[in-house]
Every structure is written in structure tokens, then in C-alpha cells.
């Protein structure tokens, strides 16, 4: 991984003994999947149990196999297909359907609509999916099968699921209806995106054949449909790929599909048993955490969270909704901003109003900074003029900035810059915490009403997870 982590931040409980150097990249991994930095890649072969088909060689059959069987089985084909495209091309199944291509999609579309009814096919959903869906550490979803088994998991675990799907039809794929979604933030809501489209009636709307994905890179490449909110948000994540054993051309144009316009890659995770020597070696160039077994690495990964959930305190209760901190030179913007969230209905922590009379200063500050669920820094260009002075923001910047680093991926942070501010400037010296977000940037003292509208959609939705946890405790 790029970013070098504290080891002070990780409890001596939670250091795995696998080896020095694997030893780091397991935590290392296993840390930021506690952030909520890691969204999962679910490809067919994690989605069932493997289905034994011939004991005398070991072959199996992954969920998708055993639709093509079903299908080869009722068109009375005699070959074995092993893929969409083989059957679609057999000439006992060309006959059974009147040479009728489209058919394939409907026929997919009957059998998972009765799935409960056909005794040739297993959905149950494997342990495997179950175990790594259920440690909640992993709200987010990409699955690259076309049928429902992750999203039914997902119902199950998290009760409302948001539903997002690659289609190949540009004017169908509108942030929050179908391709995409509409910020950072939504990485943190139960959703499941299917990037080879979800099955339906019409073969434009997800992958089944050679020729399907062929229609999907080109209207991927075309920028057809393609999310680009969440390719953006991806950049600041690490992907989990699992049950992908694709052909290596395949995988690679996943892989940079998820990664694109990305100037600096993400050093990922790859779970392929699989894999063949070439691909191997691309995977390893980039510096990726490759793995070869699912079984182990899921088991690990639920070990731990599990390990970490017991020792985490229960869930927090904030006094406070959001900390200001600013300068006493930017005292009219502070108080407007102030004003506007009060009267947006929000617990706010303003030092000339909460510190009551004769306490401790610095004990009230830093419980103030503890006990709220945003802190907003005041960035100005009075900040960057103080830079060699000695003030109070600064160290209330400091116990902000080390709370974050102990917390999950959800927001806490959320800078208030006045247009023209230098995140980088060196005298000013910001906390690496404060460059790593998205600031919200104002041109006079009066205007508030942008960050206030961006906090407060914050707080619902932090208040939600929190009562979510409440029922549901991890």
C-alpha cells in the first residue's frame, strides 16, 4: 500500500503473525478495511457453493455454469458449454430457438425469476459471501455477475439497499436512477452496483456473451453509461477483487475500467486462485497484495473484524453535532456560520458560546472537538498570515486531525476555505487530514449557505448509521 500506517494506532491484539513483510501488507489491509477504504470487486465463483459435476476430475460449476447447464440441458445441447457464448453458438441450441439470438436474455430471465422451483441449480448464497457481506465492514458492492445473489445478500444484511447498473444506453444512466452515484458519501450507503449490467428482458442491458462484452468495452471506452462519480470516488479506495478468474485481457480491462483517468494506482487486492503466470506477473508489477486462496483470506478478514468489534467501545454519543474552529481575526464568518446552523436545527460547539464561565479552557475544547460528529476548520487568508504566530485553533487542528486517523472511513473532517486559500502552502503547515477532503470554499463572510446545506446532509446521514448500529450492532 502507498500510505504507511502508525502501528501505535493498531492495538497489540490486532498484529497477525504471518511473516514480516506479509505481516505488514495483512494489516495494512486489514486496517484499512476497518476505515471502510476497501470496496469489494464479487465476480461468479464466490456467489455459490461450486457445484460438483464430475468427481473424477474435480470439475466444478460456479452459479453462472450452472444456468448454462440448466439452459443446454432444456435445449437438449449435447456439447458441454462452459460459457454463454458457447451455447448461444451451438447449433442444437440455434435450432431449439429458431435461430432467435435475442432469446438467450429471456430464458436467463425465466430461470432466475423461478429460481425456488428448479432443482438443477443451487442459489443458496456460498459461506464465503456470506461471511465476508456479514462482517458489515463492506457497505459498498461492485459485483460483475448479472444476477441478484449479492444484492439479495446485501438486502438481508443492511434491510434498504440502493441499486446502481451499468447500462450501455447513455440516457438511462443518470446519477442516483441507474450508473452512478452522486458524491463521495454514498460509498458509506448499502448499495450494489452491477457492472455488466443486471439481467432483464432487453440483452442491452447487461453481459452474457463474448459479443455483450465486447459492446460493454467499447461503450465503456466511448465513455457510454460509464460512472464517473464512482470511478472518481474509487481513487480514494482500494478494491477487494474476488471470483473473478477471468481471461487476462478481461481482467486487466476491469481492473483499469474502475481505475480510470487514475494518474497514481492504488496498490489493490487480488484474490485469484486461478490466475495464470502472465497475470500474476501484471498484478504483481503494480505492487498489489496478491492472494490465492478466497477461503483463507475471508476467514482472516472475519477473524479480525470480529476481534475489533469486541474491543471497540459501544456507540458513540455526541453532544455536539459540529466544532468551529477558526481564527479570532475571522470572528464574522465563524458567527454567520454559526447562526446558519443553528438555525438549521444543529448542536454546535462556538466557543463564545459554549464555555461556560470560569471552566477550564482547554479541557472544555478538547472534549468540545471528542464529543461532536463534524469539525469544521475556518481556513483564511488571516490563517496563512498567522503562521508564525502561536494560536489556539492550531492545537485544536492537532486533536481533530489524531481523531480522525482513529476512525472508520465516514467523514469528520470538512474544511471551510475562503476562495484563494493554499492548502499547501508550507508555513501554514495544515494537518495532512485537512488536504486529504473536499473543502467547501466561500467568497464573503455572508456566504454560508453552501456549507451549511453540505453539513447538514452530513449529520442525517451520520444520525442514520448511528441508529442503524443502534438496532443492529456489528
Known amino acids: 500500500m502507498n500510505d504507511k500506517i502508525d502501528n501505535d494506532i493498531l492495538d497489540d491484539d490486532f498484529i497477525l503473525d504471518f511473516g514480516d513483510e506479509e505481516r505488514t501488507r495483512w494489516n495494512d489491509f486489514l486496517y484499512e478495511i476497518d476505515k471502510g477504504n476497501v470496496i469489494p470487486v464479487i465476480g461468479p465463483d464466490l456467489l455459490t457453493e461450486p457445484k460438483l459435476i464430475d468427481p473424477s476430475n474435480g470439475r466444478v460449476e460456479n452459479f453462472h455454469q450452472q444456468l448454462i447447464s440448466f439452459i443446454a440441458r432444456q435445449s437438449k445441447v449435447k456439447s458441454k458449454p462452459r460459457t454463454f457464448s458457447q451455447l448461444v453458438y451451438d447449433e442444437d441450441y440455434i435450432h431449439a ?25 443451487d442459489s443458496k448464497p456460498s459461506q464465503l459471501l456470506l461471511d465476508l457481506l456479514g462482517t458489515r465492514k463492506f457497505p459498498f458492492v461492485i459485483t460483475t455477475s448479472f444476477t441478484p445473489i449479492v444484492e439479495n445478500v446485501m438486502k438481508k444484511i443492511w434491510g434498504d ?24 458519501n454514498d460509498l ?24 455483450d462484452m465486447m459492446v460493454f468495452c467499447s461503450s465503456w471506452i466511448k465513455g457510454h453509461g460509464v460512472p464517473t462519480n464512482l470511478t472518481a470516488a474509487l481513487k480514494k479506495k482500494y478494491l477487494l477483487i474476488l471470483g473473478n478468474n477471468y481471461s487476462d485481457w478481461l481482467f486487466r480491462f476491469v481492473w483499469f475500467a474502475l481505475r480510470t483517468n487514475t494518474a497514481e494506482m492504488k496498490s489493490d487486492y487480488v484474490v485469484n486462485d486461478t490466475a495464470d503466470d502472465a497475470l500474476k506477473q501484471f498484478i504483481e508489477r503494480l505492487e ?72 477550564d479552557w482547554e479541557k472544555s475544547m478538547t472534549r468540545g472537538v471528542q464529543e461532536s460528529r463534524l469539525f469544521i476548520p475556518i481556513l483564511t487568508s488571516n490563517v496563512e498570515k498567522e503562521s508564525v504566530e ?7 487542528w492537532d486533536i481533530a486531525s489524531k481523531l480522525a486517523l482513529r476512525m472508520g472511513g465516514r467523514a469528520f473532517i470538512i474544511p471551510f476555505a475562503e476562495n484563494g486559500f493554499n492548502f499547501y502552502n ?49
Do not use: C
Not at 196 to 204: A, M, T
Not at 302 to 328: C, G, Q, W
Not at 390 to 396: D, I, M, P, T
Open 188 to 211: 458509506k450507503r448499502p448499495s450494489v452496483y452491477y457492472m455488466f449490467g443486471k439481467y432483464s428482458d432487453s440483452h442491452e442491458k447487461y453481459v452474457l456473451t463474448d459479443s
Open 390 to 396: 502561536v494560536h489556539q485553533y492550531r492545537s485544536e
Open 288 to 359: 498489489t497484495f496478491f492472494q490465492e486462496n478466497p477461503a483463507e483470506v475471508i476467514q482472516r478478514i472475519k477473524e479480525n473484524m470480529e476481534l475489533r468489534s469486541k474491543d471497540k467501545a459501544p456507540t458513540k454519543v455526541y453532544e455536539h453535532d459540529v466544532f468551529i474552529s477558526y481564527s479570532r481575526t475571522d470572528i464574522e464568518v465563524a458567527t454567520n456560520l454559526y447562526n446558519a446552523l443553528k438555525d438549521a436545527g444543529l448542536k454546535v460547539w462556538f466557543d463564545n458560546k459554549s464555555i461556560e464561565k470560569g471552566a
Open 161 to 184: 439497499v440502493k441499486v446502481l447498473n451499468f447500462t450501455n444506453n447513455p440516457s438511462d444512466s443518470k446519477p442516483e436512477k441507474y450508473g452512478d452515484i452522486s458524491s463521495e
Open 426 to 474: 508550507e508555513l501554514t503547515d495544515l494537518p495532512k487530514q485537512f488536504t486529504k477532503v473536499n473543502a467547501t470554499w466561500y467568497s464573503n463572510v455572508n456566504d454560508v449557505a453552501e456549507i451549511t446545506q453540505v453539513v447538514v446532509k452530513e449529520i442525517a446521514s451520520l444520525k442514520e448509521i448511528e441508529n442503524r448500529l443502534k438496532r443492529n450492532p456489528v
Open 97 to 121: 430457438v429458431n435461430n432467435n439470438e435475442k432469446q438467450i436474455y429471456k430464458l436467463i430471465n425465466q430461470v432466475l425469476s423461478n429460481l425456488d422451483h428448479i432443482k438443477f441449480i
